[in-house]
């Protein structure tokens, strides 16, 4: 992935992946979205500590966004999933 090649590039780079979605069932599959997208990251190489875990963001409930990110923002291990037994 062009992601993947860019991150093994700049190897102090981190980079927030963001997930769409504010009603509890958008809240759920954004984060499984986010997580998708780190573990497939994590198969390319990628450290999964390089990457801030947001979901439940505002936006098309059927995306996933990232960016840069700031050196304020957490990186590392993912937060527990918001409402495990909706999917």
Do not use: F, I, W
């Given at each position: 992935?062009?992601?993947?090649?860019?991150?093994?590039?700049?190897?102090?780079?981190?980079?927030?992946?963001?997930?769409?979605?504010?009603?509890?069932?958008e809240q759920q599959r954004s984060w499984m979205r986010v997580k998708a997208v780190i573990d497939y990251m994590q198969s390319q190489g990628i450290d999964r500590d390089r990457f801030c875990f947001e979901y439940g963001q505002s936006g098309s409930a059927n995306s996933v966004d990232y960016h840069v990110a700031s050196?304020?923002?957490?990186?590392?291990?993912?937060?527990?999933?918001?409402h495990p037994n909706l999917k």
């Open positions: 992935s062009n992601l993947a090649s860019q991150m093994r590039n700049s190897p102090s780079c981190n980079v927030v992946v963001a997930g769409n979605g504010t009603s509890k069932l050196s304020s923002e957490p990186c590392g291990t993912p937060p527990p999933p918001p």
